[in-house]
């Protein structure tokens, strides 16, 4: 099919924008770039570069961690825990690292705490589905389907180390291979330790996503035990409130009474109901008035109508040119 | 205002039934035609009705309206005008003409005529909106009806200027052309061909020598210009301004029996020779003159002149060919007597052909209507002008109804030629002309005058469809001197005042299937759902490919010339291969159309036309899906022996004397049903034309049609999916029968394309594929809890004591819990797998309803963040996808597949189309279905496909023509008008919101909805972009032009070939661990033969639902997001393409891109830019996909 070059132009147009002379960056506003050296692939057979960008991390709410922590900007999307340790003891300055938290990492049912961010959108900030008053630690949560976690493109990640001198060394040591453009190869030695990629990734997936139902059994029972504590802790709660009057004499008005409220819906629903039976005693055409009111609706809406194909057609005209037989 | 008219309704059946008791009406023009048109015109009516109380809805308003404004109410209220006389048959137009004195009435014509002229400024008001919906179907209808007549109404341009020119400059020379003869035939011949090498177009068979009359030229009595052009009803849509001229031969050259035998169009023939002498001596420099067979009439040669381009203006060739005038010699109406020349008559007499045609001795007195009309044409063209001239005065919209009428024939290749059915623009012309005259009951008018042109138009198609006129003919006017002898299929209009049949020129091929055309049109106009306009007169519905599932080539010349000897009865061979083809199918086929090659103008030197370049006969098949590949014919019993005898004599060795179960002994037909080879329909065919045409036409013969259901991996019929649609039943049956569920079942339901015959793969045993959604609902209870994420645990905790109760009591099948969405803790967790040793398997989902009610408080909460309402939004999509519209989908599209036979096959082969060209993860399977559902259930301007070359290819077809930006696929999967009105209407207000909301188009791109899900947008929010639905578009429409390029030495292959080179980078993946056939290779590469031992090949269960290239194609999506668009050919191609978003241009650099970047510093500024960095991404994505990933293409380099 000849006929079949479709391109459109909009995009085309990335590949058309003329490259002003520029050499790679080493500091980027705060941020340093270290080159990282991903090994070839039969697939790709070539050496291929990744820039890193890093900073002490400065959240808008600082913690007691925020000075031993580093924030990374541009993460590989393969990029693990291991990956990390590997490049900072490795090749800036040996130091050790406590944890990293990946900006999409999902923990059991829900996102863990977010990396705080500059812009501050991208925080997935939500309500736990139980938030289990007393601990954080979550129940019930149901088996890890993946065997190895993926991030997106350009995502970031926060690394703790184990002390403050230790970020301090591995942000100067970056510092000092991005500007002497040390050779960091990505994954080497750590690809052994943890899960592959690949075909291996999706036939893992494929085992762990059919957990065995005795486990999901108890995981499903743990919730739903946390669950009814949840509710009659709260029912109990509810209780206390209506009962008694609070520091300033008010009785709270509460659900869950002698007789209970209706839930809302089904109120409504007897509105709509009773709304109905409401018009249907009077029927519209009974009045001459209605009659009248109905017809001239009626003819406004014949010529609205009207209006509108016009409208609809000069449209069309626009659109497609004239009409032709084909 | 539903309820007012229906009671209207009802009185006018009970008038119209009067009526029809007194004089009939159309209705009963049905009544003795054959059963199934009678269905036909009843369905007709039905729609009519629909119409009807359409337009009556819209005559009460102005009724209303008037009562209100002059206060009395009692004036029409009767509520009959002229619009009604259209519907109830033309008795009406009396109530008509009595009221015509009515003021407001009388108004109507010129307050149409205004209309047509099409004064688009002027505003408008609602008398007149209201009258334009009881003459026209819609104000939109009407709009766009005047819009196309100011486009094709004939103008006076240069071309036209330049043509009466040149016929002025003709007739003068005609005018003074010198007479000759009378000479004998021979001699007058010869001189012509040798002084002027202008050879006599004598028409087969040539006079004899012996001949006693002599042939000469005289001035013409008169010369007059006739035809579409005189009467300014020719569109200016065609390509060439065709001037007809009429040169009218002096009664003194004739005598009085040279109706016979040929011998007037010998003197014709001579006469048009003479005039093209003396026109190529006068003009043989600035014109191209060439004979022609006047439509295709090879008793009745022309001239044909077209100018020629001055070598000098060569690139002025613009104006040179767009006009053409004919010259048509003809005669007086009174040379010769027009009783004579009746269909009844005999005037070939076999002492004249006994000579040369054997075969006319036994029949030597056998009519000859072909040939009497053909002569009486020739002396009434001058009386046709005056009537078509009387008639324009009198009729306001008759012109505008015959530029109307031509171009819907037009569109469907019909045309006066002969070949192409013998129905053009003349005969339109002249039909309306008629029926404005009488043809109606008791002599009165058929059409009224002040019908609008639409009206017109509507009308006469009305009587091509529910009159079978060869059956019944027409006859308009006095019924005197009207004898049928015609064989029964040929169609007769009957004009009594000119003694003449109009359709003289129809065969019973191009008769059907022109009512078959005008039962379409009609039908569809009466589709309230559809905007019938564009299907009416701007699509082109002549390609062979669209129109019919088969076409049979024939070489014409093997076929021909088996009887060469009488030109004009090469029709006769024609009639014979319909004949026999349509003995032969019998119910196979719906339609038969013979398309004999078009006769060519030849030089007028040569003797006549050259058909070497094109000597294809084609023959179009529309099938009965239902019985095209039946593989058993019954003939008759053994003991009807005429009958028996014949049957033979037909089907030769073919035929077998065969007993069947029930005791009788049947002469027998058996075809052989295998698959790979011939189809039923092709051996047929070959059978027949070898057994009556002779071997060398049978070896010539090539059947076109079977192709596209060959590029199906499967049968293209629903019985591929029994056993999986058993095994569903079986599932059903095995879940109800549990003993021990907490709660009881309300209703298990399937949701996924496999369980609703359009998946392009079933499942077969050791394939690796995807189980088949099903969703199960409990009965009510309240004690489930009231938390979204609660409720979802409670449904886990459902499936698993399901898992458990099925492992218990069902051994031949394998359930196991997975777990799924594990990102939004909200939406469904988990889903049981049940796989059947027989290879089907099954996903089973809780369906809890009010999960709706809960995520729906969710999107209202303002005390919630937006991230968590999003999450919400996206649930209750989802929740409304999955568990209400897919299953009322499935339901919707299962019916229609196994209602249409080739729907099935259909929505396999176009999403195998869509996957070619790597669109599969754009374009939902759903939207896919819906568009190939509209093909079947709004298949104007044709019909219902039955087959899936023609359904796929008219889908293609229209998905070219659809202007997404503008239009809502909106299709009614009911197929019994369930979407009403009101409901249609909400979903034109949606989508036009949408498109508010949403004018660049980033979200909604496509919106697709039916009459399960009136929101539209539910598979398509989202996806595809705009850039994926225009490649959509414009890869429809490279296959369309490609389809009417090639016509039907189209390679269906072609059409799925799709180049990568469009892409930015392409990944090929390895299709031994991404292919379906895997599983295969492994196990017969073990060596696992026993079915036992596969059957424990633990392998074969757990992998259900695996799909690497599935998993990969959605994890590239979510790790790339925005910066590239991915394209995935699965499950036809192991590819996936890529393009670079225009979003990841270089910029400046900033934190939060979603994509890798490489910091490049500017060396004239301080600035630091990001630029993505492709390179990398490709290696990553390479780590990622590893040893899926085979290669990597990078167009860019």
Redesign the interface.
């Known amino acids: 099919?000849r006929?079949?070059?479709?391109?459109?132009r909009?995009?085309q147009?990335?590949?058309m924008?003329p490259?002003?002379?520029?050499?790679?960056?080493?500091?980027?506003?705060d941020f340093t770039?270290i080159p990282l050296r991903?090994p070839?692939?039969?697939?790709?057979p070539?050496e291929?570069?990744?820039?890193l960008?890093i900073r002490a991390n400065a959240p808008k709410v600082p913690t007691e961690d925020t000075p031993r922590e580093l924030f990374i900007?541009?993460v590989?999307?393969?990029a693990t825990e291991h990956h990390f340790r590997s490049v900072f003891a490795d090749h800036l300055g040996g130091v050790r690292i406590e944890s990293v938290d990946f900006e999409d990492t999902?923990v059991g049912?829900?996102i863990k705490a977010p990396v705080v961010?500059?812009?501050g959108?991208?925080g997935?900030?939500?309500?736990r589905?139980?938030e289990d008053g007393k601990t954080d630690q979550e129940v019930?949560v149901?088996?890890e389907?993946w065997g190895r976690e993926?991030?997106?493109?350009?995502g970031?990640a926060v690394v703790k180390f184990i002390d403050q001198a230790s970020a301090a060394i591995a942000l100067r040591e970056a510092r000092r291979a991005a500007k002497n453009s040390k050779e960091i190869m990505w994954g080497t030695g750590v690809e052994s330790k943890i899960p592959?990629?690949?075909?291996?990734r999706?036939?893992a997936?494929?085992?762990l996503?059919?957990?065995d139902?005795a486990i999901?059994?108890s995981s499903?029972d743990t919730?739903?035990e946390a669950?009814a504590a949840q509710e009659a802790d709260r029912t109990k709660q509810l209780t206390r409130q209506r009962s008694e009057p609070d520091e300033e004499g008010f009785v709270t008005v509460t659900r869950g009474g002698r007789t209970g409220p209706a839930r809302e819906?089904e109120a409504r629903a007897q509105e709509e109901e009773f709304k109905k039976r409401e018009k249907s005693r009077v029927k519209d055409d009974f009045y001459r008035f209605q009659v009248?009111e109905k017809?001239k609706e009626?003819?406004q809406d014949?010529?609205k109508?009207?209006?509108e194909?016009?409208r609809?057609?000069e449209?069309?005209?626009k659109?497609?040119g004239?009409?032709?037989?084909? | 205002m539903a309820e007012p008219v229906h009671k209207r309704r009802k009185v006018k059946h009970v008038s119209s039934d009067e009526e029809e008791g007194e004089s009939g009406s159309f209705a009963s023009f049905g009544d003795s035609a054959d059963e199934d048109e009678e269905i036909e015109s009843g369905r007709n009516n039905d729609g009519l009705n629909g119409e009807l109380s359409r337009q009556e809805e819209g005559k009460e308003e102005l009724n209303n309206a008037e009562m209100d404004v002059e206060v009395k109410g009692d004036v029409h209220s009767d509520g009959t005008t002229s619009d009604s006389a259209e519907e109830d048959g033309q008795t009406l137009h009396e109530d008509v003409q009595i009221k015509r004195p009515s003021p407001k009435i009388t108004n109507t014509p010129s307050v149409l005529r205004n209309d047509a002229r099409g004064d688009a400024t002027s505003k408008p008001d609602p008398i007149r909106s209201t009258y334009t919906a009881n003459t026209f179907r819609s104000n939109m209808f009407k709009l766009q009806v005047d819009e196309l007549l100011e486009q094709i109404r004939p103008r006076q341009s240069k071309r036209e200027i330049e043509a009466e020119h040149a016929l002025q400059r003709l007739k003068k020379t005609i005018e003074t052309l010198p007479s000759r003869g009378p000479l004998p035939i021979e001699n007058a011949e010869r001189q012509l061909l040798t002084s002027n090498r202008v050879a006599t177009p004598f028409p087969n068979p040539r006079p004899p020598k012996d001949a006693k009359y002599k042939l000469a030229y005289a001035k013409p009595a008169s010369v007059n210009v006739i035809g579409s052009h005189a009467l300014k009803t020719a569109s200016r849509a065609n390509k060439v301004v065709e001037i007809d001229m009429v040169v009218i031969m002096p009664s003194s050259l004739f005598q009085e029996k040279d109706y016979l035998n040929s011998r007037y169009f010998y003197k014709r023939a001579y006469y048009i020779a003479c005039v093209a002498a003396g026109l190529k001596e006068a003009h043989g420099t600035e014109l191209d003159i060439k004979f022609n067979n006047f439509h295709d009439n090879p008793l009745k040669p022309v001239l044909t002149m077209n100018a020629l381009s001055p070598p000098e203006e060569k690139s002025a060739h613009s104006t040179s060919s767009k006009w053409q005038i004919n010259i048509i010699p003809s005669i007086a109406e009174d040379v010769f007597p027009e009783d004579k020349l009746g269909l009844e008559r005999n005037c070939v007499r076999d002492q004249g052909l006994g000579a040369i045609d054997g075969t006319a001795e036994g029949q030597a007195q056998s009519p000859t209507p072909f040939y009497n009309s053909s002569l009486r044409s020739d002396m009434l063209m001058t009386s046709y002008l005056k009537l078509l001239h009387g008639v324009t005065k009198s009729c306001e919209a008759f012109r505008d109804a015959c530029l109307l009428g031509s171009t819907w024939l037009r569109q469907r290749g019909f045309d006066s030629d002969i070949h192409s059915g013998g129905f053009g623009n003349t005969e339109w012309t002249a039909l309306m002309a008629l029926l404005l005259q009488g043809g109606g009951p008791g002599g009165r008018s058929m059409l009224n005058q002040g019908y609008s042109s639409y009206q017109l138009l509507k009308a006469t198609l009305q009587l091509l469809a529910v009159r079978d006129l060869s059956k019944q003919p027409l006859v308009v006017g006095a019924d005197m001197g009207f004898a049928n002898s015609t064989s029964g299929d040929t169609p007769v209009v009957w004009d009594s005042a000119r003694g003449h049949n109009l359709l003289y020129k129809m065969t019973p091929w191009s008769y059907r299937a022109l009512r078959q055309e005008a039962k379409t049109t009609l039908s569809m106009l009466g589709d309230q759902h559809f905007d019938g306009f564009e299907a009416t007169f701007i699509v082109r519905t002549d390609n062979l490919l669209y129109k019919y599932d088969y076409v049979v080539k024939l070489d014409h010349a093997s076929i021909a010339g088996t009887k060469p000897k009488r030109e004009h009865q090469a029709l006769e061979v024609h009639r014979k291969l319909y004949d026999t083809l349509h003995r032969g199918l019998k119910d196979r086929v719906t339609q038969i159309h013979i398309l004999p090659p078009s006769s060519d103008s030849w030089s007028l030197g040569s003797a006549g036309p050259s058909n070497a370049n094109n000597t294809e006969l084609l023959v179009g098949f529309a099938v009965n899906p239902d019985t095209v590949n039946r593989t058993i014919d019954h003939g008759p019993t053994a003991e009807e022996k005429s009958k028996s005898a014949s049957f033979r004599k037909f089907w030769g060795g073919k035929a077998e004397l065969r007993r069947f179960k029930d005791g009788s002994i049947l002469e027998t037909l058996v075809w052989s049903g295998k698959e790979g080879g011939q189809s039923v329909f092709e051996q047929i065919v070959r059978h027949l034309t070898s057994r009556h045409f002779g071997d060398e036409v049978e070896k010539g013969t090539h059947v076109v049609g079977d192709a596209y259901k060959k590029m199906l991996p499967q049968d293209s019929g629903i019985t591929t999916f029994t056993p999986l649609m058993e095994a569903f039943k079986q599932l059903e049956t095995d879940i109800r029968s549990l003993n021990g569920l907490p709660l009881s079942i309300r209703q298990i339901s399937p949701a996924d394309a496999q369980l609703r015959y359009a998946s392009p793969t079933t499942a077969a045993r050791g394939r690796r594929q995807m189980p088949a959604d099903v969703v199960l609902q409990f009965e009510g209870s309240a004690r489930w809890p009231d938390d979204l994420v609660t409720i979802q645990r409670t449904k886990t905790a459902f499936l698993i004591k399901l898992q458990e109760l099925l492992q218990e009591s069902i051994d031949s099948a394998i359930a196991r819990i997975g777990l799924e969405n594990q990102e939004h803790d909200i939406v469904n967790q988990a889903f049981l797998d049940i796989a059947y040793d027989s290879g089907a398997a099954f996903r089973l989902r809780i369906h809890h309803d009010r999960e709706q009610t809960l995520l729906e408080r969710r999107l209202k909460d303002k005390a919630l963040d937006p991230r968590s309402r999003d999450i919400a939004a996206i649930g209750l999509a989802k929740y409304k996808r999955d568990y209400v519209k897919t299953p009322a989908h499935t339901q919707a599209i299962a019916r229609l597949c196994s209602r249409h036979p080739g729907m099935s096959g259909t929505i396999r082969l176009t999403k195998k189309w869509f996957a070619s060209h790597l669109l599969s993860n754009h374009i939902a399977d759903e939207i896919i279905e819906l568009m190939v559902a509209r093909t079947s259930i709004q298949p104007w301007p044709w019909q219902t496909p039955s087959s899936v070359q023609t359904g796929f290819l008219r889908t293609l077809a229209w998905l070219a023509r659809w202007d997404w930006r503008a239009e809502p696929l909106v299709v009614d999967l009911s197929g019994s008008s369930e979407l009403k009105q009101a409901e249609l209407q909400s979903i034109t207000t949606k989508f036009e919101a949408w498109r508010k909301l949403d004018p660049a188009l980033n979200r909604v791109v496509l919106f697709a909805a039916s009459n399960v899900d009136t929101d539209g947008t539910t598979w398509s929010d989202g996806r595809p972009a705009k850039v994926v639905a225009g490649r959509m578009s414009a890869l429809a429409k490279a296959a369309c032009t490609e389809a009417s390029e090639k016509q039907f030495s189209l390679d269906p292959a072609s059409l799925f070939a799709s180049p990568l080179g469009d892409f930015d980078f392409v990944l090929h993946l390895d299709p031994e661990l991404v292919g379906k056939s895997s599983q295969r290779k492994r196990s017969s590469k073990n060596g696992v033969v026993f079915k036992n031992l596969e059957l424990a090949d633990e392998e074969d269960s757990s992998s259900v639902g695996f799909d690497p290239f599935g998993e990969l194609v959605s994890d590239l999506e979510r790790l790339y997001g925005s910066a590239i668009l991915f394209f995935s050919g699965h499950p036809e191609r192991p590819i996936i393409a890529g393009l670079w978003s225009p979003q990841t241009a270089t910029r400046a650099w900033k934190l939060n891109l979603s994509y890798s970047t490489t910091p490049l510093k500017r060396t004239d500024a301080e600035q630091v830019d990001a630029k993505i960095n492709k390179d990398g991404i490709l290696a990553e994505i390479a780590h990622l996909g590893r040893d899926l990933i085979q290669r990597i293409e990078d167009n860019e380099k």
């Not at chain 1, 993926?150 to 350009?154: A, D, E």
């Open positions: 099919m006929s079949l070059q479709i391109r459109t909009q995009y147009s990335s590949r924008v490259m002003p002379k520029s050499k790679v960056a080493t500091q980027v506003q770039a991903r070839a692939l039969p697939a790709h070539k291929t570069t990744h820039y960008y900007v541009n590989p999307i393969d999902w049912k829900g961010h500059a812009d959108s991208r997935k900030k939500r309500k589905g139980v019930g149901l088996p389907t993926v991030h997106r493109s350009g970031t592959a990629l690949g075909y291996a999706y036939k997936h494929h085992k996503r059919y957990p139902p999901l059994q499903v919730f739903m669950f819906e009248r017809r009626h003819a014949l010529v109508g009207f209006e194909d016009r609809r057609l449209e069309m005209r659109r497609r004239k009409l032709r037989p084909q």
